[in-house]
């Protein structure tokens, strides 16, 4: 994508997920989405692909746990 860049910060991260900046932070840290840590303070940037390959592997962890936990409305329970 032209004009997108190829690193993004924790912020843009969060930003894009809809979620905290501790949270994007916690991500990282945990190692479930790869970064880099870079520059004198240690500042951490997430590879674009490697944000996106989050987002597709996350569809699919959620399309397995749909298939093994289906959906079921019980009616006792809507009253």
Do not use: C
């Not at 900046?21 to 790869?34: F, H, I, K, N, T």
């Not at 944000?51 to 809507?78: C, G, V, W």
């Amino acid at each position: 994508m032209p004009g997108t860049p190829r690193f993004l910060q924790l912020a843009d991260v969060a930003e894009v997920l809809n979620i905290s900046a501790a949270q994007a932070y916690a991500l990282v840290r945990s190692g479930e989405l790869p970064a880099i840590k870079i520059g004198g303070r240690g500042q951490w940037r997430v590879e674009a692909s490697a944000l996106e390959e989050y987002i597709q592997r996350m569809y699919s962890e959620t399309r397995e746990f749909i298939a093994a936990h289906p959906y079921t409305s019980n009616k006792a329970d809507d009253l």
